[in-house]
């Protein structure tokens, strides 16, 4: 087949991504998984895709016979099973293209656009940004392809890319990436950069990062502590007040009727509370639903309404906490898949002795690994719309492989060509 269509299956495959609908993205992955198929795969990849299909077999086994609108249980359903098509698609896909700069080239033009169409949205209402929350709602709360293409710019083996303009097209996107004004991507992009400078390895350097981290930490600390915020701050200080109750809205006990008193204070520990309601109704249904969870199809009721998006709801077909909503999908068992999933990812590309060079797709990889473990304490994991994580797993694994295999064949080449075999 043309390397035209892999590279326009690649574009299709990064754009439907950025869309955040779950239909359109399973959909073009599905397509493009079965365009660029190839029966072989690398041998960690076929665990981890392994782990993932039991996670989803845990899921429909426990959904059998269950009373769920069919609507409701193939919406579930799919919305599972995609991170494992999106994974392989952009695995078969790169595997395809022969040239590895024509991957990072496509995916950060789009990055590209997407930063260029924020910042004009902010240029052209900046007359009406008055709040935090306005400027925000020009670009939406958070758009992950600018930041893997701040990663492929910045922590990529291949530094000539877009040579020219390279200075602006990194500005561009910079400013964009900043103006979103997103504690995720924020800490996602660090995450990388971490992993750039071999900092995620388990060996001697791990002790220098921990150095950093915590001296990250305790600066950032001091500083958000300085600055008085409260719940009804503007402008920065809002963004600020959002930093500082981060740990709050998701770990901090709360007293549940008192609460639900105040609507502001629902909101200040939001995801917590949504974590809650998931295990009660894990309890109120007893041991199968522990050990395999609710299945596909029934919603996290809230035990209240809230207004999301606009729109009045008394129950939510996700959570933000994955590891939680994992758990009421598909019990223990379905979360044991999911955690080992994600420590295999780390602890496979680990590089345990210290080596000046390390590989570079053994630490983009690593620090994959961290971005799907912390995303799922924030924004559902890997299976949330508009995440980049399975993405970039599929990517780096393929060209992982297809530089050790260039470098197989470069050592052979040479082998053939010593005067032993002349």
């Known amino acids: 087949m043309s390397q035209n269509i892999y590279k326009a299956c690649l574009f299709l495959l990064v754009v439907s991504l950025s869309t955040y609908s779950i239909e359109l993205s399973f959909l073009v992955a599905f397509l493009v998984m079965g365009l660029s198929f190839s029966a072989k795969l690398n041998n960690a990849l076929i665990i981890i895709v392994c782990l993932l299909f039991f996670l989803n077999l845990t899921g429909l086994i426990s959904?059998?016979?269950?009373?769920?609108?069919?609507?409701?249980?193939l919406k579930d359903a799919i919305y599972y099973i995609r991170p494992l098509i999106i994974l392989l698609a952009s695995y078969f896909v790169i595997k395809?293209?022969?040239?590895?700069?024509?991957?990072?080239?496509?995916?950060?033009?789009i990055g590209l656009f997407y930063a260029v169409k924020h910042l004009t949205a902010i240029v052209m209402n900046i007359g009406n940004i008055d709040s935090y929350v306005y400027l925000r709602s020009l670009g939406g709360k958070q758009n992950h392809i600018e930041m893997v293409s701040l990663v492929f710019l910045l922590f990529s083996p291949y530094k000539k890319i877009f040579k020219r303009y390279r200075s602006l097209i990194i500005f561009l996107i910079s400013i964009s990436f900043v103006l979103y004004l997103s504690r995720v991507m924020f800490i996602m992009l660090f995450i990388f950069f971490l992993g750039y400078k071999g900092y995620l390895f388990l060996n001697v350097r791990i002790v220098k990062s921990l150095v950093v981290l915590a001296s990250i930490s305790l600066l950032l600390g001091v500083v958000l502590s300085s600055v008085e915020t409260n719940r009804d701050s503007t402008g920065i200080k809002a963004f600020i007040y959002k930093t500082q109750n981060s740990f709050v809205e998701l770990f901090e006990p709360f007293d549940k009727d008192l609460i639900l008193q105040d609507r502001r204070s629902l909101w200040e520990h939001w995801r917590a509370y949504e974590a809650q309601m998931a295990i009660e109704m894990l309890?109120?249904?007893?041991?199968?639903?522990?050990?395999?969870?609710m299945g596909y199809g029934p919603p996290i009721e809230l035990g209240t309404w809230v207004k999301l998006d606009g729109k009045r709801y008394t129950a939510v077909p996700s959570i933000h906490n994955g590891f939680i909503f994992v758990l009421f999908k598909t019990g223990i068992i379905g979360l044991m898949f999911y955690t080992l999933f994600l420590f295999f990812v780390f602890f496979n590309y680990q590089e345990l002795i210290y080596r000046k060079n390390p590989n570079v797709y053994n630490k983009l990889l690593v620090a994959t690994s961290v971005y799907m473990i912390l995303n799922s304490f924030v924004i559902t994991g890997i299976f949330?719309?508009?995440?980049?994580?399975?993405f970039l797993l599929g990517v780096f694994i393929a060209l992982r492989s297809k530089s050790f295999n260039a470098y197989s064949g470069l050592n052979e080449s040479k082998k053939n060509l010593s005067p032993d075999n002349g």
């Open 63 to 73: 959904s059998y016979s269950l009373d769920y609108p069919l609507y409701d249980t």
């Open 384 to 390: 949330r719309p508009g995440e980049y994580s399975v």
């Open 283 to 293: 309890q109120e249904n007893g041991i199968k639903a522990w050990v395999m969870g």
């Open 96 to 109: 395809r293209i022969k040239s590895k700069e024509t991957v990072f080239k496509i995916v950060i033009l």
